[in-house]
């Protein structure tokens, strides 16, 4: 079996394997999207065709949609060769139960993908018909947080982004550039309302995006390359309704690949791009998914709801995403990467063996973030996480390893760990002096900056935009010797931009300070520390 749109026609073949097949007119389906566009989604990556691209699948199964969806890559193109043309815009969706089943399913939502590049002329030319298009309701975003930057981390502007300030919208290079340039089209068509979703996993999503496509509509307004009309239009006739999004997509896995060719599917290569994205015929996933988005939309919204996607008040997304951004999973999440590539780890559910980790991500979780959750009502806290550390992270059959989950901490701790500590500080009844295990967590960070494991070797850092700022703090770290913990880390744990907080404002940065240098007092000091402070 080869996933194309031809060999799915031998549906006998494909059922007998255990693949669900779609049961939609697939070649209708284009010809509709192609007439009306309802949806564009930025970003090809693995969470897109495991969850939103599923879910518009099963509307399409039902009838109660029409159209599918348009694939806009703006920062990989590989990936649109790779794993889209190659296959016919098909994928496999591989759900990873805890029981060990697998459930496999050819997902073919997705009507035509292309690459958001100005100078590929073919492919921009088609994204700006769709744009112009006054069917179009929803743009969705997966590009990760860093997407929505115009700026390094000095606060300089990015140079795609300062050339892009100066010339027309046409000539754009940037992410956020070219997405403002396909705005501008849908302005020059009329003034057409859209919804841009943020679906990315950050606080506030909608808000990150806006600002940064009216940072974009005021700079070309002031240097007069468009009417200034187009600022009123990205504020007025543009809707960045805020969301949640929750659901475990980890790289291609080995198990997986063996498992598709013993049943007969030959397409299992996986590849990994010149950007150093891992890419597939298909897509492995976790079975629990939540997307919560703000109902906010401007040119009518489509039928998400009736496929388990959650439509609410922006307090609600609020409350949710805080629930599991700052508490409930995220934060885990991140106290599992750090110690867990101190410690050898390479797969998170492994780690869930470790009685030690286990402590930690249950305080972390349990008596330090859910004393400052506010109920959602949706969803129940407690619920939550007790999903989350008794059926998500242990399930053996996940492939996520903790080096791809410490990709990019700097830029998620402020978030993960500082909303958590402004908590405490504000209620009068909770003192973040008392906290323990977040800042184990933070000093456990720390010492993986040092790119020592606790055997005293080397390891490869994750990627992350600030590590030539910050690994030149460690560089000089002995474990066993007398380091002066304070020089090394004072201007990092005032930082709050990575932290949120400055962290000896708030009565941390010495306590953060002293488990660090427990941390990097010899080697098995790693151990030693997590064992004093969790049994």
């Known amino acids: 079996m080869k996933l194309n749109q031809e060999e799915l026609k031998n549906k006998k073949i494909w059922e007998d394997a255990g693949f669900e097949l779609p049961a939609f007119d697939r070649e ?12 564009v989604h930025f970003g ?12 518009c699948q099963e509307l399409l199964n039902k009838g109660i949609m029409k159209t599918g969806i348009v694939v806009a890559e703006g920062y990989d193109y590989e990936i649109i060769e790779k794993s889209y043309k190659k296959f016919d815009d ?21 009507a035509e993908s292309h690459c958001v590049d100005t100078n590929n002329s073919k492919d921009w030319s088609r994204l700006c018909e769709v744009f112009r298009n006054p ?10 947080e860093k997407g929505y930057s115009l700026v390094n981390g000095r606060q300089e502007l990015l140079p795609d982004v300062a050339k892009d300030f100066t010339q027309k919208p046409s000539e754009a ?8 340039a396909l705005c501008y089209e849908r302005f020059s068509n009329g003034k057409l309302p859209v919804t841009l979703v943020s679906m990315d996993n950050c606080s506030h999503n909608g808000t990150k995006l806006e600002a940064a496509v009216t940072t974009f509509a005021k700079t070309w307004v ?10 009123t239009y990205v504020t007025e006739n543009i809707s960045y309704p805020w969301s949640m999004i929750d659901k475990i997509t980890p790289r291609p896995a080995d198990s997986v690949i063996e498992m598709l060719k013993s049943v007969g599917f030959e397409d299992t290569d996986s590849v990994v791009t010149s950007k150093n994205t891992y890419v597939a015929s298909f897509v492995n996933a976790e079975e629990p998914q939540y997307l919560v988005i703000e109902d906010k939309f401007m040119n009518g919204r489509l039928p998400l709801d009736q496929g388990g996607i959650i439509y609410t008040d922006k307090e609600t997304v ?5 629930m599991k951004v700052c508490t409930c999973l995220n934060p885990l999440h991140t106290a599992l990467a750090v110690y867990g590539c101190l410690l050898n780890y390479t797969k998170i559910s492994d780690e869930m063996k470790d009685a030690e980790l286990v402590k930690l991500v249950e305080k972390v979780g349990y008596v330090e973030g859910l004393p400052v959750v506010v109920d959602p009502g949706i969803i129940k806290p407690k619920d939550f996480i007790d999903e989350v550390i008794r059926v998500r992270i242990p399930n053996p059959f996940m492939p996520d390893t903790p080096q791809r989950i410490a990709t990019d901490t700097s830029q998620k701790l402020s978030i ?10 504000a209620d009068p009844e909770l003192d973040p002096q008392a906290l323990t295990y977040i800042p184990l967590v933070l000093a456990g960070w720390c010492r993986y900056l040092t790119g020592i494991n606790d055997e005293g070797n080397a390891f490869e850092l994750s990627p992350d935009p600030m590590l030539t700022t910050l690994t030149p703090k460690f560089a000089n770290i002995k474990l066993g010797d007398n380091n002066n913990v304070h020089e090394i880390l004072a201007d990092l744990l005032a930082d709050e931009r990575i932290f949120g907080v400055n962290l000896y404002q708030v009565g941390l940065g010495e306590k953060v300070e002293g488990l660090f240098a427990e941390l990097i007092s010899g080697k098995g000091a790693v151990r030693k520390t997590l064992k004093k402070y969790l049994n």
Do not use: C, H
């Open 44 to 55: 090809a990556g693995n969470i897109f065709r495991a969850f939103p691209a599923a879910v």
């Open 222 to 231: 002031e240097n007069k390359i468009v009417e200034p009309e187009f600022l």
């Open 28 to 39: 209708q389906m284009i010809e509709e999207t192609k007439k009306n566009p309802e949806w």
């Open 416 to 425: 993960r760990f500082g909303e958590t500590i402004k908590a405490y500080e």
């Open 135 to 144: 069917s179009l309701k929803m743009v969705s975003f997966t590009i990760t």
């Open 90 to 110: 098909l994928s496999v969706l591989v759900t990873l139960k805890p029981d060990g089943k697998l459930e496999k399913k050819v997902i073919a939502s997705i």
């Open 173 to 180: 290079t940037s992410y956020i550039g070219k997405l403002a």
């Open 318 to 322: 609020d409350k949710v995403e805080k």
